[in-house]
């Protein structure tokens, strides 16, 4: 069962603490990851691939919530993040180390760090305000919605013209008048069959041309194909991320990947991009999803860390009916 973890505001450097749903005693350790890499908390502002346990105490229990107060070691060292980072906690009962509950902490905008308590003594005792922390600099939202430009349409211009028949040549010399007028209808209509003839292939290479360009293939770019990527995994990423792939561009580099047993490459792409794309966070829960997992060298199934990356992926769009039944069934 995931547990519901918030962080709310107390003082600089000091949060409240609140873990729901927790069944364990108050003597707990602390387990702290982020999703940008998947690196553990093991100090103030350190992180490393290995996992660190950190004791905390002065908690209690009441009713299956567990409560107590955080220091500037976890305040600090979480504020300091891209504010697009998520982090997972997972909690050991000391009194029952087999018991190891988890869940992604929700931080309140309230909780502020230790410098801000600098920030307060540096001020007028009438001017004291609580500093907020700055924004990101470089999280720049780019609008890239394009402008539709209606065209001028000539009203001229939008009726279709007339075929116009060629004139016909009468030779003055012409010893039947029946038969200049049987040839006249004649030429007429065997004109009017042409014209419909080459109406009729136009119109059948439009359609073709336009069925052909309605299902294109996803083609890569150059840097994102994976034969690039025999040497250095994290630069085959990070120059394949530099020409702004589209979703489904991704998702076939770590189709691609786990094909080829790349799987660094594959678990560091999602990592990467499931914090902010909703689709790609869904499918990276189904690698881990009983339900869904199909046996491969990559990927093993994790029904915690499947909830982990759902919960992401409702982040970033909440009326995901998909996601949101498959937490409710694996939270049961």
């Not at 691939?49 to 500037?72: C, F, R």
């Not at 349409?153 to 013209?161: I, V, Y």
Request: aromatic share 8%.
């Amino acid at each position: 069962m995931a547990l519901r973890i918030e962080l709310d505001g107390y003082k600089p450097g000091i949060a409240k603490f609140l873990a729901q749903k927790w069944s364990g005693s108050s003597e707990i350790d602390m387990l702290i990851q982020r999703n940008q890499d998947g690196y553990y908390l093991s100090g103030l502002n350190q992180w490393n691939p290995e996992k660190n346990w950190h004791a905390v105490e002065n908690m209690s229990v009441d009713n299956q919530q567990l409560t107590g107060q955080i220091g500037e070691w976890l305040v600090d060292s979480l504020l300091s993040q891209e504010s697009r980072v998520r982090f997972l906690i997972q909690i050991r009962d000391k009194q029952n180390e087999h018991y190891v509950d988890r869940g992604v902490v929700s931080i309140a905008d309230s909780v502020l760090a230790s410098t801000a308590l600098n920030l307060q003594t540096t001020l007028p005792n009438d001017e004291q305000t609580i500093a907020q922390p700055d924004p990101v600099s470089d999280s720049i939202i780019e609008n890239q919605t394009p402008l539709i430009e209606e065209s001028s349409l000539d009203p001229e211009s939008e009726t279709l013209a007339e075929p116009i028949e060629p004139e016909l040549e009468i030779k003055p010399v012409e010893p039947v008048k029946s038969k200049s007028c049987l040839g006249l209808i004649m030429t007429t209509i065997i004109g009017c069959i042409v014209l419909i003839g080459l109406g009729m292939a136009a119109w059948y290479f439009l359609f073709s041309k336009n069925q052909s360009q309605s299902t294109p293939a996803v083609q890569m770019s150059g840097q994102c194909n994976l034969n690039n990527a025999s040497t250095d995994d994290l630069t085959f990423i990070q120059q394949c991320l530099q020409t702004k792939p589209k979703s489904d561009e991704i998702i076939q580099v770590i189709t691609e990947a786990k094909k080829a047993k790349k799987c660094n490459i594959a678990q560091r792409l999602y990592a990467n991009q499931a914090q902010t794309n909703p689709k790609i966070a869904m499918l990276y829960a189904k690698e881990y999803d009983e339900k869904y997992y199909k046996a491969n060298s990559c990927f093993k199934a994790d029904k915690e860390t499947a909830i982990y990356w759902y919960e992401t992926s409702l982040t970033n769009d909440a009326n995901n009916m998909f996601v949101q039944d498959r937490l409710t069934e694996l939270q049961k």
